[in-house]
Every structure is written in structure tokens, then in C-alpha cells.
């Protein structure tokens, strides 16, 4: 209807412009022959002409081109309309849909800027067309294949909890692990730290996102500022632990954010409970910030090393990795000498010289944490991994980082580096740990791919799917042909990608179980994007913190809590 209305329009002023030019020549051409004058007559009739001509040719350009973009944005729409469909009915959640939606507008992007791509000389509306078909199959043969996938990837149940009853101690490692760093069961620094990454995100988003329940009472006569009261009630922390934050250090209300990057809110606490400085970096508030900031390219992080190298006992990896470039750009600032944050964490340190560091976060706050905690550390074959001597910072601390749904930071040998430097807890079907920008290069290979052979896919694939149900999901684990077709499209899904930090520990939660699993191999779960119902929802802090409340549930006694 938009479009008929353009056409019309169109049509109709171009009418009311030929129609006026043409009398105002017509007139120029009756005052020259009533004056005697012949000179101009030849101009004017030549004028109506042109005019005439010039006009009709522009109405049916223009016309034609509207024709164009209407049958070509009605094909787009359909195809759009059909993967919405086809995707809700097969997760039962519109949600699914939506990161469909956003994934799309990234490979997009991503897509436009190489002019290079065999779809891209057939224009803008099919590019949309052909890289929304092949996500849409893409997820719809992954949720086909998922059990069959699922076989082939490495992990290790560490907890299980049934029905709110304590879980089973752990196989391995033995709890309290000694290498833990604080000096606590694994389960208790999770859980700690989660409500430190929760905090961060300030009072009003708290109440917001259904965080905790500090209610109302969080203003103080003192003139403490509101958030500080939210983020010492929720870490149950004195309120002068508190050193620094952005709320109320004015120099550094802004000084860290780094170019394509949204700016990173920070606090600097005492916990004197676990002994150690805690640096907790708050990510961004909407997740439409968090994908934006995922579209960056990579750069090389240095890891630092001992001038006396070659000694017996010490560690050295290799000296580049590749990083995302904006979170390094961040963690960068946040590490210079003469920066606030450096400035009052050394002090700390110095001041208590029992304690460690740690750092965490959530999202892209935990991304920033954890690199920069390679920053600052340093690795030997006999201890865990210290604060480094060329980091300024007193050297020999124990230092760790607990990161919560963070982006893919660092390359595969870096993340698995990190091990004993850094914990990362991932929620269920959370989107953002398998996001980064090899993956954008994937799908835009798949969707090269499909197109050459999109009657195949168009014929085979999406009819089917399009009446799914759960019987019929169940069935399809046996049928070859969607293994081997989505084997064909993960050959094409080779290029250089991103990880989370070494080792994941996986938080799943159901209406009678919540389970935590070890992932060793970052690889084999995080290397693609996980289509499923939550996959949106499941990065919100709130059910991060739920989850892990309930992990604790089932670990513990409730006289222990």
C-alpha cells in the first residue's frame, strides 16, 4: 500500500510539474509572437518539447524503479515472513526471532562493505534475503542435528542438583581447590563475585532488571551517592570499602571509553572477608550496545614476560595473541600508570599487604576483566598466576578474574592460557559468548553457499521445517541428509573466530534440576552461535544471579548459606 501511494504521488507531481513549465513556456512562446518577435520562437517550441519529453522519461524511470523496489521488497518481506514463522514455531519463542533479526543486521553490515561478495552485485534486498534464508536454515538444521551434535562436544558434569537436594561432591578437582583464589569453594567465589558484577549496573537498573531487593532506602544523609549503597547492600559489603567508582570520581567519568567502544563504569572496593582489592567493570545496559560493540576487528595483545627469560621455573607463552580490539582498547586505559583506577588499586595492594586481585564482570565488563587481567599477570609452572612485575603493580599477588556471559575476547591459544587466571560462567543458551567477528564471515560464507544452491535449500529444507513439531524434531535425529547438509555448511564456517576465556563453566536451570558442567574445550560448544528460545533473556544479570543463587542451593546445606 506504501509503495501503490509512492507510485501515485510520484506520478501525480511530476504531472503538476510538467503541466507548470510547460504554461510558463507556452505563455514566454504567445507574448514573443504577439510582440513581432521571431528570434526566441524556435527556443520556446524546442523548450515545450523537451520539457514534454524530459518529464515523461523521468515519470516512467521513476515509476519503473518503484515497480523495481516493490516486487523486490515484496520477495524480501516474504522471505522474512516465512523465516520468522518457521523459526518461532520451530524454538516456540518469539525471542528467537529477534536475535535472528539482529544476527541479520550484523552479517549485513559486515556484508555491504565487501564489494567483493558474489551476492552483493544483485543489490541490497537480496543480500537481506539470502543471509536471512541461510541463518534461518542454519538454525533450523542445528536444532534438527542438536542431539547428534551434542555427542561430539567435550564437557564435564560437575554438579548436579535435583529438586533443590545438595549435589554430589565434584569428581575433580577436589573442593576448596588450594589454586582457588580467594582461599573458597568454587561454587562460594561464583557466587560472591556474580553479585559484584550485578551491583555494578547501579541502583535504578537493579530495581529495573530484578536484581536483589534493596527497595528504596538507599539515600544516605552523608550524601553517599545511591549506588554505592545498592552495590554495598548487594555485596554485603562495608559502605567505606568502597575506594573509587565512576559516580564519584570525576576524573574518571568517562576518561575509559576507547574508540567504537560505550563507556565502561567501574568500581574499586576492599573485601576484606575473601582478602583481596576487587575491580569490578559494569557492561553495557542494553544488549543492542553489547552486539554494536562485538562488530570489531582484531588486534594483538602482548602478554607481559620476565627481562630475565629462560630461567628455570617460569612460564613463557607466545608473546602475540589476537584480541578484540575495542575491550583491549578499554582494558589498555584502564591499565595505564597514571590512570585513577591503577592509581588506587596499587595503593591497596601496598596498604594490605596479605591481599590479593580480582577482577570481574559481566558481559562486556567481564571481556574487559579478563583481559586486562592478562595485563597485569603472570604465569609459573610451580604457583598459580601473580600480579607480573612489569605491570607496576606490587609484584607476586595472586590475582584472578571471574567473568560472567562475556563476549569472545581472545584467540584459541590465549583462551586456553587463561587457565587458573581466569573463570568464566556462562548462562544456559547465552548468545554474546559465541558472538565475534569470524562469526559474522561465517554465516556471510553459508549464506555464498546457499545462494548458489538455494533451490536445493528452498525445496528440501524449508518446506519441511515450516510444519515442524516437537514429534517431528525428535525424528529428524536420524535422517542423514540434514547431518550431512549442515556438516556442508559448517566446512564453510572456517574463519579465524574469537573465544571465551579458558575454562567455561557451563549454569544450566530447569523447573527441577540445575546442573554446572566444565568446557576445557572452548571450541567445541562456543565455535558457533546456539539457536534456542532464551538465547536473549538468558544474558540478563538477574538470571545469572538466579542461577547461581540456586547452584548454591543444591551445593550446600541450607545451614551453610
Request: aromatic share 8%; net charge neutral; charged share 20%.
Amino acid at each position: 500500500a506504501l509503495l501503490e501511494t509512492l507510485q501515485h504521488g510520484t506520478s501525480a507531481t511530476l504531472g503538476i510539474s510538467r503541466r507548470s513549465l510547460l504554461s510558463a513556456v507556452s505563455t514566454a512562446k504567445i507574448l514573443n509572437v504577439l510582440k513581432g518577435s521571431t528570434g526566441p520562437k524556435y527556443y520556446t517550441s524546442l523548450g515545450v518539447y523537451v520539457i514534454h519529453h524530459s518529464f515523461t522519461l523521468a515519470e516512467l524511470f521513476a515509476l519503473s524503479g518503484l515497480q523495481l523496489v516493490s516486487s523486490t521488497l515484496t520477495a524480501s518481506i516474504r522471505t522474512a515472513e516465512e523465516s520468522v514463522r518457521v523459526v518461532d514455531g520451530l524454538f516456540g519463542s518469539t525471542e528467537t526471532s529477534k536475535a535472528l533479526a539482529a544476527v541479520v543486521g550484523l552479517v549485513k553490515k559486515e556484508v555491504y562493505e565487501d564489494q567483493d561478495f558474489a551476492i552483493t552485485q544483485a543489490g541490497k534486498m537480496a543480500v537481506l534475503a539470502s543471509i536471512t534464508k541461510a541463518i534461518t536454515v542454519f538454525a533450523c538444521l542445528q536444532a534438527a542435528t542438536h542431539k547428534r551434535t551434542q555427542k561430539s562436544v567435550r564437557a564435564m558434569l560437575v554438579y548436579e542438583g535435583v529438586d533443590s537436594r545438595p549435589a554430589p561432591p565434584p569428581k575433580e578437582p577436589k573442593e576448596p581447590n588450594p589454586a582457588n583464589f580467594p582461599r573458597d569453594h568454587l561454587v562460594r567465589n561464583i557466587q560472591r563475585f556474580m553479585r559484584y558484577a550485578s551491583a555494578s549496573y547501579g541502583h535504578n537498573f537493579m530495581r529495573i532488571l530484578g536484581i536483589g531487593a534493596i527497595g528504596d532506602a538507599v539515600y544516605s544523609r552523608y550524601g553517599d551517592h545511591p549506588n554505592h549503597h545498592a552495590f554495598a547492600t548487594h555485596t554485603s559489603t562495608p559502605l567505606d570499602s568502597i575506594l573509587l567508582s565512576s559516580f564519584t570520581d570525576p576524573g574518571t567519568k568517562g576518561s575509559f571509553q576507547a574508540p567504537m567502544m560505550h563507556s565502561l563504569v567501574h568500581y574499586v572496593n576492599l573485601d576484606h572477608g575473601a582478602q583481596c582489592v576487587v575491580l569490578t567493570c559494569r557492561g553495557t545496559l542494553g544488549l543492542s550496545d553489547v552486539l554494536t560493540d562485538l562488530c570489531a576487528t582484531y588486534d594483538d595483545l602482548v602478554l607481559p614476560t620476565l627481562k630475565s627469560k629462560g630461567k628455570r621455573g617460569e612460564y613463557h607463552a607466545e608473546a602475540k595473541h589476537k584480541v578484540h580490539a575495542g575491550m583491549h582498547a578499554s582494558a589498555r586505559l584502564l591499565a595505564l600508570e597514571t590512570s585513577t583506577v591503577f592509581k588506587t588499586i596499587k595503593k591497596a595492594l601496598e596498604d594490605y599487604p596479605d591481599y590479593g586481585l580480582v577482577l570481574c564482570g559481566h558481559s562486556l565488563g567481564g571481556g574487559v576483566a579478563a583481559l586486562l587481567s592478562l595485563l597485569w599477570s603472570m604465569k609459573k609452572i610451580t604457583t598459580p598466576f601473580v600480579t607480573a612485575p612489569g605491570s607496576a603493580l606490587p609484584a607476586g599477588r595472586p590475582i584472578h578474574c571471574y567473568a560472567y556471559g562475556p563476549p569472545c575476547v581472545m584467540s584459541l591459544p590465549l583462551s586456553k592460557y587463561c587457565r587458573g587466571l581466569i573463570t568464566t560462567i556462562v548462562h544456559q543458551y547465552d548468545l554474546v559468548p559465541t558472538l565475534s567477528l569470524g562469526l559474522l564471515k561465517d554465516f556471510k560464507n553459508v549464506a555464498t553457499t546457499l545462494h548458489e544452491e538455494g533451490q536445493i535449500v528452498e525445496d528440501v529444507s524449508m518446506p519441511m521445517y515450516s510444519e515442524y513439531d516437537a514429534f517431528q524434531l525428535k525424528e529428524s535425529e536420524d535422517q542423514d541428509w540434514s547431518w550431512s547438509l549442515i556438516k556442508t555448511m559448517r566446512a564453510d564456517m572456517g574463519s579465524d573466530k574469537l573465544y571465551p576465556p579458558t575454562p567455561v563453566y557451563h549454569l544450566e536451570s530447569t523447573a527441577y534440576k540445575v546442573t554446572m558442567r566444565l568446557f576445557d574445550h572452548v571450541e567445541d560448544r562456543f565455535g558457533e552461535l546456539q539457536f534456542a528460545r532464551s538465547m536473549f533473556t538468558d544474558h540478563n544479570p538477574a538470571n545469572y544471579e538466579a542461577c547461581v543463587e540456586r547452584l548454591c542451593q543444591a551445593v550446600f546445606d541450607s545451614e551453610e548459606q
